[in-house]
């Protein structure tokens, strides 16, 4: 994936901008890490960590799919809303147990992301307002759904997917562990993943080629909101409410931060899953380390700003390489 | 618009250039005719809706969201987009209410000063340092409420507009018509003319058009890339602070989504999200109709602001879709 850099004339500057180019995001990890253990009391503790990995874990599975839209070239608004859906229909089904319930809340992701997809890849309308028709309606339908309330999800079998753990690894933190192995295979080994990057490369170039474009982008987004629908159920059974006012309320921006931050470029063609995780890593250690220096969150905003306008002007490079 | 050449046109030629005609024709006016027709149902269903009151009410309530949008559709009309418009709002707001302690001037010219060294500072990312301008924008639509956050103790105080001549502004109105609404027709017709009339508003439809092409003609794209966005900030904070005016105060936390709700009448007024082509009378209807729409759940009652949602979002969708396939059709 990573070509060689071409400027040959200051072999230095670009071997440096390279190596920033790889492996920025998991320099910034180690070297915030190693501010955090000097300079923030309790912050290497496990029952630290095991807060922040629950915390990320929602971002981390809408960004996995988020990476693969991303990968073709693509946006997808309407994640938060698919959240927000998903943690909606939960409620409703929960008396026919948790599997169906869970199950239900993933297919009507799914049936919104072939919605998506449909337009998308059939159609021709560009992902950017195509999601963002979907975020406005999605949240809207999310809230019609629950009649504008909160609704707590009382159902012990969803209750212990957001609270219990297996020898001390909560089971949301394995679910996003299994999920990002199952994309990172998928991207990597299959097919699939194969032409999903062409595409992203050169969508003229892979129809010439005889793949089968549309269908490939229509999958793309079935499974980015599947995904996203996966972090709702996962975010409702933390919280033991459905609450689709809030619930991924932004997240459509953090996601995108965490993707584009771990080196996957907005212009398609590559798609970083363990960059990815690292990227969500990056911001949920970022906000844990502002918060426990009592920074405002006027500030951390701020600086969450800054770090993905140096992060994209890093990748910005590549870009042209390629 | 047509592509047909003009030697010895045959039946399907003439076929062809009428269909490209009407496409074009309802992709420029179509967000003009629905707005009619709601309008003409809306009279019909609901005698309180058809009342001079309550038009000069939507009128007055569309002005601020329609100033934002007259700064994103020149963005969109180089093929940009703005995410941060929501955000520089809230700001022009809470600087206007903090400025109007020196007056008209102080409300008017800091946000406008602050919104628009905001806009210049994106422009510049985007113009000369290449980067793509959804993320640089989407930087701004963070970094810009975390602005407003550090500027109102964490979003806790909102500071009060107390001069007279500044409530005045906002509340007063002309001939019926509020001055928010002057204001915002004032920068209508002038951005028209801007486009239509001078070097530098062919030089934003040329880059949105083609900006290799826009290069090679020798077009400053750099300079129309950088300008427009300190149009959308200037447009952003002067509407921020109009807002701040008309409610007497500086809300931090108004604007969220404000971005999404510009870019859809943008969309909906015709205008291409690939750059090129639109115009900001669509915009106008585009954002009379989203205000109309809203005005009409209203007046039904018993409908929630979910509904609301469902409804724009869905004709969202559909608008975008059909324009898709007629911008297609006159491809071929």
Not at chain 1, 253 to 262: D, E, F, P, R, Y
Not at chain 2, 148 to 157: E, N, Q
Request: charged share 10%.
């Amino acid at each position: 994936m990573t070509q060689p850099t071409v400027s040959a004339r200051i072999p230095s500057r670009a071997t440096a901008l390279g190596i920033l180019q790889r492996y920025g995001v998991y320099i910034a990890i180690v070297l915030l890490l190693v501010y955090n253990l000097f300079f923030t009391p309790n912050f290497f503790a496990i029952d630290n960590f095991r807060t922040q990995f629950v915390q990320v874990v929602p971002v981390l599975i809408v960004a996995l799919g988020m990476a693969l839209v991303i990968g073709t070239e693509g946006i997808d608004l309407s994640v938060g809303a698919v959240m927000a859906l998903a943690a909606s229909t939960i409620p409703l089904y929960i008396g026919y147990g948790v599997v169906p319930a869970v199950l239900i809340a993933i297919f009507v992701g799914a049936v919104i992301g072939a919605f998506n997809g449909i337009m998308i890849a059939l159609i021709g309308v560009q992902p950017i307002v195509a999601t963002l028709a979907v975020m406005v309606a999605g949240r809207g339908l999310a809230l019609l759904i629950a009649n504008e309330q909160l609704k707590s999800v009382t159902d012990p079998g969803v209750l212990a997917l957001g609270r219990d753990a297996v020898l001390g690894v909560p089971f949301s933190v394995i679910i996003a562990v299994v999920l990002v192995a199952g994309v990172a295979l998928l991207v990597n080994k299959t097919t699939f993943g194969k032409q999903l990057i062409a595409v992203g490369g050169s969508r003229r170039a892979s129809e010439l080629a005889g793949l089968p474009v549309k269908r490939i982008l229509l999958l793309v987004y079935v499974l980015a909101a599947g995904l996203a629908a996966v972090a709702g159920v996962i975010g409702t059974a933390r919280l033991g409410a459905s609450v689709p006012s809030t619930i991924g309320n932004l997240i459509e921006l953090s996601a995108i931060t965490a993707v584009v931050v771990g080196g996957t470029p907005l212009t398609g063609g590559q798609v970083k899953v363990l960059g990815t995780v690292a990227g969500a890593l990056l911001l949920q250690f970022i906000s844990a380390t502002l918060i426990k220096h009592n920074v405002p969150d006027a500030y951390s905003q701020i600086a969450q700003a800054v770090i993905i306008l140096v992060a994209v002007y890093i990748q910005r490079g590549k870009v042209s390489v390629r | 618009m047509t592509t047909t050449v003009d030697t010895v046109p045959n039946r399907t030629e003439d076929n062809r250039a009428s269909r490209e005609r009407i496409a074009s024709a309802l992709q420029s006016y179509g967000a003009a005719i629905v707005l009619g027709l709601l309008v003409i149902v809306g009279s019909i269903a609901f005698p309180t809706f058809a009342s001079a009151g309550n038009f000069a009410n939507i009128a007055t309530q569309s002005s601020f969201l329609l100033i934002v949008a007259a700064g994103m559709t020149f963005v969109i009309l180089t093929g940009g987009i703005d995410l941060s418009v929501g955000s520089v709002f809230a700001l022009g707001g809470v600087l206007a209410a903090y400025g109007s302690t020196f007056g008209l001037a102080g409300a008017l010219l800091l946000p406008l000063a602050v919104c628009g060294a905001i806009g210049a500072l994106q422009g510049f990312l985007i113009a000369y340092g290449k980067m793509a301008p959804f993320i640089v924008t989407l930087a701004g639509l963070l970094g810009v409420r975390g602005l407003v956050l550090a500027t109102t103790s964490g979003g806790s105080t909102t500071p009060l507009v107390t001069d007279e001549g500044v409530i005045a502004l906002g509340q007063d109105s002309m001939f019926g018509i509020h001055w928010p609404v002057v204001i915002a027709v004032a920068i209508i017709v002038v951005g028209t003319l801007l486009l239509a009339r001078t070097s530098g508003g062919l030089s934003i439809l040329a880059v949105g058009g083609s900006e290799s092409a826009a290069t090679l003609m020798g077009l400053p794209v750099a300079r129309v890339k950088f300008g427009v966005y300190v149009i959308s900030g200037l447009c952003a904070g002067l509407a921020g602070a109009l807002n701040a005016a008309y409610s007497s105060s500086g809300v931090p936390t108004v604007g969220v989504g404000l971005e999404l709700n510009a870019i859809s009448a943008v969309v909906i007024g015709g205008t291409l999200l690939v750059g090129g082509r639109g115009n900001l009378i669509g915009t106008v209807a585009g954002v009379l109709l989203l205000s109309v729409i809203q005005n009409l759940i209203n007046q039904v009652g018993s409908l929630s602001s979910s509904v609301q949602a469902v409804v724009s979002g869905g004709f969202l969708a559909v608008v975008v879709i059909i324009q898709t396939v007629l911008s297609r059709t006159q491809r071929l």
